[in-house]
């Protein structure tokens, strides 16, 4: 069978070189490539085929999403492909993620979306862990050969089943940044619907600015403002009633505990940290959403 693939990237003020390296990169593999910006931009020059939606202002990395991905289930896609926009893929990624959910799929498996392995971009050697919920966390293991069922996985290379959309709905628009893909994994999970990672398909990604050691903690960098959205959304997902799981409880709760931690002592440099944590809990208890900023 064959499979209609688009994709569906969001850029932010983007390395402009490296977006359009990423883009060429899937040019020839997928049907349609949607580029959505969340500031002003132009991409007219670059001779490339793609539908640009130039929003002019930040709504938020799921709200983008979501435009594309309507537009593309609009026009009878099977899998949208999600990316970031310093992602840059191998030859026959397409192909080789397609002939991974043809093999998942003759098994007899509900498969709400698929995902690669991600190698450290300054770490060459290293491979990102896969997860997974025990009975009271998350666990990290590896593989070297089958594809692995996960609890979620990162947005960028992913292929999301247009029919796993359909019935579970698009990405979480009030949470604007962070967290928005874990979220959508985990409500793929209460329709049954599986989430799998291809370790025989590895794809090169930055998860942060850069990581660091800091006292107890292996650190990935973010600016106070992301570390803001990442304590708010994980204090959203503990408050939401769904996914009242011990696991994903113990999981949040300890995330709280160790980026909180984490952030009050990066405001002995930054204080723009401490502020980060104060309203990231204050905005987070009030359940006020999406893309405001601290003080509102």
């Not at 690669?116 to 998350?138: A, C, Q, T, W």
Request: aromatic share 12%; with cysteine.
């Amino acid at each position: 069978m064959k499979y209609q693939v688009d994709l569906v990237v969001v850029s932010f003020y983007p390395d402009r070189d490296l977006l359009k390296k990423s883009l060429q990169s899937l040019i020839n593999q997928v049907r349609t490539i949607f580029l959505i910006s969340n500031n002003d931009d132009d991409f007219s020059d670059w001779g490339i085929d793609l539908i640009h939606i130039n929003l002019k202002e930040n709504i938020g990395i799921a709200a983008a999403q979501n435009q594309g991905i309507k537009i593309a289930m609009a026009n009878g896609v099977d899998f949208v492909l999600t990316s970031d926009q310093d992602t840059i893929f191998p030859e026959n990624y397409v192909s080789g993620m397609l002939n991974a959910f043809q093999n998942l799929l003759e098994k007899g498996l509900k498969i709400g979306a698929i995902s690669p392995v991600f190698r450290d971009e300054k770490h060459e050697d290293k491979i990102h862990s896969m997860v997974k919920f025990g009975n009271f966390s998350l666990k990290k293991f590896s593989s070297e050969n089958e594809p692995q069922s996960v609890s979620h996985a990162i947005s960028s290379g992913m292929f999301l089943n247009s029919k796993t959309l359909l019935e579970i709905g698009l990405m979480k628009e009030s949470f604007f940044i962070d967290w928005v893909d874990t979220e959508w994994c985990w409500r793929a999970n209460l329709f049954d619907y599986s989430i799998y990672q291809i370790p025989e398909i590895c794809v090169s990604h930055s998860l942060g600015l850069k990581s660091r050691d800091l006292l107890l903690f292996s650190v990935t960098s973010h600016s106070y403002i992301r570390e803001y959205y990442k304590i708010r959304n994980a204090i959203f997902l503990l408050k939401d009633r769904k996914y009242h799981q011990l696991n994903k409880m113990s999981y949040l709760m300890l995330f709280l505990l160790k980026n909180s931690l984490i952030n009050i002592i990066k405001s002995f440099k930054d204080i723009r940290f401490f502020q980060a944590v104060k309203h990231s809990y204050l905005h987070g208890i009030q359940q006020k959403e999406g893309g405001r900023g601290f003080g509102q």
